[in-house]
């Protein structure tokens, strides 16, 4: 059984950086495709960024273009997410979702084959 445990998050003043990780263990970790998500208190779950499973391509929602960006190192089962210039407004608690399909951690939240425990972000202003 795959399992994704998140790491790096904590309490930043806004304009702040953070970096998140989430490393698998117990599956191929280059036969997935990897996303990060976030929820905020009282709000849905929400798409943040995405990466295949070579690295080559990448995605973001309009929210964190140019703030935010995903890499992977498939030597050491990880994800990262760079969080830089952070807002109030990115507070939430940020999951590591993994699929083996690109498509389906991009765009099919509830199809998603696994997911992470999460891990808390606060951005104080």
């Known amino acids: 059984q795959v399992q994704l445990v998140e790491s790096g998050g904590g309490l930043v003043q806004a304009g702040g950086s953070l970096r998140l990780s989430c490393a698998m263990t117990?599956?191929?970790?280059?036969?997935?495709?990897m996303a990060w998500f976030r929820q905020a208190s009282g709000k849905e779950r929400e798409f943040v960024a995405a990466?295949?499973?070579?690295?080559?391509?990448?995605e973001y929602a309009d929210s964190v273009k140019g703030r935010f960006a995903i890499s992977r190192d498939n030597a050491k089962n990880t994800v990262y997410l760079q969080m830089n210039s952070l807002k109030p407004e990115d507070t939430a608690v940020y999951y590591c979702?993994?699929?083996?399909?690109?498509?389906?951690?991009?765009?099919?939240?509830?199809?998603?084959?696994?997911w992470g425990q999460g891990t808390q972000v606060t951005v104080s202003s």
């Open positions: 990466i295949d499973w070579g690295g080559s391509s990448t």
């Open positions: 979702a993994a699929d083996p399909n690109y498509r389906i951690v991009r765009t099919i939240i509830d199809r998603i084959a696994y």
């Open positions: 117990r599956g191929t970790f280059s036969s997935y495709a």
